[in-house]
């Protein structure tokens, strides 16, 4: 099994953007969780084969997920990131359907160490 590799982290401003990548993406499956420190991992966007995509509250209109098959990347587009939005991203990814919420850990098989975000106000 592959392993999933993030990349594109870093540290902006309040305000900035950031776009993450997670490779390889063949799966039906994948998602974008975050951990903050002292946090518990929470779900922050999926996308399922098909082009299901779906976001937590506290993103949406800001995050954009997306599924770049040219290239074979899950994509995390962050715009008008805030403070709050640190914490280190990672990406999950299943090939199975299985009975959990989208946004539920279990619900994935498959995760990379992560990228952190950091950002400032």
């Known amino acids: 099994q592959v392993p999933l590799v993030e990349s594109g982290g870093g540290s902006v401003q309040a305000g900035g953007s950031l776009t993450l990548s997670c490779v390889p993406s063949?799966?039906?499956?994948m998602a974008w969780f975050r951990q903050a420190p002292g946090k518990e991992r929470e779900a922050v966007a999926a996308f399922y084969a098909g082009g299901t995509t779906y976001y937590a509250d506290s993103v949406k209109g800001r995050f954009r997920i997306a599924h770049d098959t040219a290239r074979g990347k899950l994509l995390l587009q962050m715009n008008s990131l805030e403070p709050e939005d640190t914490a280190i991203y990672s990406c999950a990814a299943d090939r199975l359907r299985r009975h959990y919420n989208w946004d539920q850990v279990p619900r994935y098989t498959y995760w990379g160490q992560g990228t952190p975000v950091t950002v400032s106000s």
């Open positions: 063949g799966y039906g499956y």
